[in-house]
C-alpha cells in the first residue's frame, strides 16, 4: 500500500469532516442570535458546544495527516512550493476562525452575544471562500 496516498486520504477526509462542522456551527450561532426564547436558546446552546467540540479532533488531525504529508514529500519540496506557503497561511487563518469559535461559544453559553445574525451570515461564508482559494492552490499548484 502507497502510504502517501494513506495519508493523503486521510488528510482529506478528516478536513472534510472538520468542514462540514465549521460550515453548519455559524448557522447555528445565526438561529441562537435570532431567537428570543430560552428552551431554543438552551437548544441551541447544548447543539453549538456538541457540534463545536466533535469538530475540534477532526481539526488537529487535519494538521497532524497535513504535516505528515510535508514531510512525507520532504523539505526541498516545501522550500520550493510557494502555493503550499500561500495555503498554509489560510489554513492558519481557518484554525484563528475555529479558535474564534470558541470565543462565540462562550459569550452564548453566558448570555452575552452582541452580534446580530446578520453578523453570523456574514461570519458563516469567511470559511468557504477561504476553502475555495486553499482548493485551488492544491489543486492548480500555481508557481510564482
Known sequence: MNTLLLIKALHIFFMVAWFAGIFY???LFVYHAMTEERSNQSMLKIMERRLLFF????AVLTAVFGTWLIHLYGLD???LSLW???KLKLVLLLYIYHGYCFKLLADFKHDRN???DKFYRIFNE???LILLAIII???MK???
Open 25 to 27: 456551527l455559524p448557522r
Open 55 to 58: 469538530v475540534t479532533p477532526f
Open 77 to 79: 519540496w516545501f522550500k
Open 84 to 86: 503550499l506557503h500561500i
Open 114 to 116: 452582541q452580534r446580530s
Open 126 to 128: 469567511v470559511p468557504v
Open 137 to 139: 492552490l492544491a489543486v
Open 142 to 144: 500555481p508557481t510564482f
